[in-house]
């Protein structure tokens, strides 16, 4: 019996060793080889010790942070008045659908709503405010990064609330909380699971982006994720480009432990 179930895990980790840590084993080997392919630490010297680097990993943290901010902002009040809806499974695959399309093609289609003669720039000039230079901006990178990224917050935050008993809402009220007690005190901290796994499914992710910021931001955005790229099909230094790839993985690990700290001290004290 035993040996039937074990071979059931087979395939699973077939699939996470080839498409997980293989992949990941090998960023990590090819990040000790110089572009001549010697061993070498210097992409770690050249890395730590670089200002241009520093100052991409300052950029991709602060733009991930706001990326996530801006979208956790949007999507905890739409999550909690999806919850009181009445076709609320309707409004959440509304919510959904867009990630159903290919992310290149939304980006294009941006590109075609913001740029000059475009349908917003058609309409600012309508309204008599005139044409104004809306693609390539920081403030246009950040719009379409948070509308790409919202569903994924919406989602865990979404199930949070849903699977928050309704009798610790009753309760508050009976005891003479205010709405707003209510919400501070019960409903956010008790969906904050919900959020902290918004929270990783949206930060991660943005961390590492180079599309966006390139074909929206124009490269005005320089993060991490555009030097890796630069780094792999450019100067094709592939030893350097994983370098980075192996300071974001570590970057992301880190981001796991901080959001999920908590919910490890729950395990252990329900095992207590």
Do not use: C
């Amino acid at each position: 019996m035993k040996q039937s179930k074990a071979f059931y895990y087979i395939p699973y980790g077939l699939w996470i060793g080839l498409f997980v840590i293989a992949p990941v084993v090998l960023i990590v080997y090819q990040s000790f080889f110089s572009v001549s392919g010697h061993f070498t630490l210097g992409n770690y010297a050249n890395y730590f010790h670089s200002g241009v680097y520093l100052k991409m990993t300052f950029n991709s943290v602060w733009y991930a942070f706001l990326i996530t901010a801006l979208t956790l902002l949007i999507s905890y009040p739409t999550a909690y008045l999806l919850n009181q809806l009445r076709h609320k499974q309707l409004w959440l695959l509304l919510i959904i659908l867009p990630t159903w399309i290919n992310l290149l093609l939304k980006t294009y289609a941006f590109i075609g709503l913001l740029s000059r003669g475009g349908s917003v720039d058609n309409f600012l000039s309508i309204v008599g405010i005139g044409p104004k230079q809306l693609l390539f901006t920081d403030a246009s990178f950040l719009f379409v990064a948070t509308y790409i990224e919202i569903p994924f917050m919406i989602l865990p935050i979404y199930n949070a609330i849903a699977e928050l008993s309704p009798s610790y809402v009753n309760a508050s009220r009976d005891l003479g909380a205010s709405s707003w007690q209510t919400f501070s005190r019960v409903i956010f901290p008790l969906t904050l699971d919900g959020v902290k796994s918004g929270v990783q499914a949206v930060f991660i992710p943005s961390l590492s982006l180079f599309m966006i910021t390139r074909l929206i931001g124009g490269n005005r955005v320089i993060t991490l994720g555009t030097a890796i790229e630069q780094h792999f099909l450019v100067t094709q230094n592939w030893g350097m480009g994983s370098t980075i790839g192996v300071v974001l993985i570590v970057a992301m690990l880190i981001t796991m432990l901080l959001t999920g700290e908590r919910r490890k001290k729950r395990r252990t004290n329900h095992a207590k």
